[in-house]
């Protein structure tokens, strides 16, 4: 099993479109640098937020299925969909 890196993820860099446009996401543990070769600023940049958001992300998912359990949605296949993207958040 792949496991990510835990704990908050940033983004810094420069990230305002120009030609020299790049950056890194940080973490407790490494950088990850980004150099975008293609697509638009918009898109680069959500991209890049919703990789930094990634532990957050997975960590909503954790919280929800625990929820859906306690409420007993078990059997109507809504808690099938939160395990199925958990297990695909944390490439397993």
Do not use: Y
Not at 3 to 10: A, L, M, R
Not at 20 to 30: E, L, N, V
Not at 41 to 69: C, G, M, N, S, T
């Amino acid at each position: 099993m792949t496991q990510h890196t835990p704990d908050v993820w940033e983004i810094e860099g420069k990230w305002d479109g120009g030609p020299d446009m790049g950056g890194w996401i940080t973490t407790p543990h490494c950088v990850f640098e980004i150099n975008p070769i293609c697509g638009s600023k918009p898109d680069i940049v959500a991209d890049i937020r919703q990789i930094a958001a990634a532990p957050e992300l997975l960590e909503a998912l954790e919280a929800a299925r625990i929820e859906l359990v306690a409420r007993g949605c078990r059997n109507n296949g809504t808690i099938d969909l939160v395990e199925t993207a958990i297990a695909k958040a944390r490439n397993t």
